[in-house]
T-cell receptor, first 112, second 115 residues
């Protein structure tokens, strides 16, 4: 069993829709939770960074962490064609290494 | 502020050869991590370098090795290349080892193809 599970999709939505992306994890030691966006043939770009449980909002993006359920989500409001990309969740334990554990990534397509 | 850069962009090698990939960290960053991303998969942690010392390693064999230089740039070396080594190799830099955020900023990657 992988430490982090993420549905690879693809997920196709019309422009303006609300998108929900999710990851589940098995290691309760994870304390830092991230969402990265990766365009085709590019490196991942950090979108959201959350410590422990709770919600965080940044513009059209909202990240939620539910540690009791070992479940994290990213919501995208008013989705745009430019949001079409692969979204990767990543997690980290509190340690002195920067080892991030990534999900497989969900491919999102927003159709005009 | 200069972002993370990697070279080369693409590379084609044959099985058994050796390869060196290079990374320049973002200005002010002293920590570099390397990841391997196979097609359709998330990145997998190879190792991290902090102040020129290896500081944490993922589940990769010893033929994957690295260096960090005094200017915090880094190299990833892979010996005895195998077909399964074909992947996008990503370098990420950060400004501290165990900061509250320890945000890692990724470069564009080097796409390695092993024939």
């Amino acid at each position: 069993q992988k430490e982090v599970e993420q549905d690879p999709g693809p997920l196709s939505v019309p422009e303006g829709a609300i998108v929900s992306l999710n990851c589940t994890y098995s290691n309760s030691a994870f304390q830092y939770f991230m969402w990265y966006r990766q365009y085709s043939r590019k490196g991942p770009e950090l979108l959201m960074y959350t410590y422990s449980s709770g919600n965080k909002e940044d513009g059209r993006f909202t990240a939620q962490v539910d540690k009791s359920s070992k479940y994290i989500s990213l919501f995208i409001r008013d989705s745009q064609p430019s949001d079409s990309a692969t979204y990767l969740c990543a997690m980290k334990r509190p340690s002195n290494t920067g080892k991030l554990i990534f999900g497989q990534g969900t491919t999102l397509q927003v159709k005009p | 502020e200069t972002g993370v850069t990697q070279s080369p962009t693409h590379l084609i090698k044959t099985r058994g050869q050796q390869v060196t990939l290079r990374c320049s960290s973002q200005s002010g960053h002293n920590t570099v991590s390397w990841y391997q991303q196979a097609l359709g998969q998330g990145p997998q942690f190879i190792f991290q370098y902090y102040r020129e010392e290896e500081n944490g390693r993922g589940n990769f064999p010893p033929r994957f090795s690295g260096l960090q230089f005094p200017n915090y740039s880094s190299e990833l070396n892979v010996n005895a290349l195998e077909l399964d080594d074909s992947a996008l190799y990503l370098c990420a830099s950060s400004s501290d080892l165990q900061g509250v955020r320890n945000e890692q900023f990724f470069g564009p990657g080097t796409r390695l193809t092993v024939l």
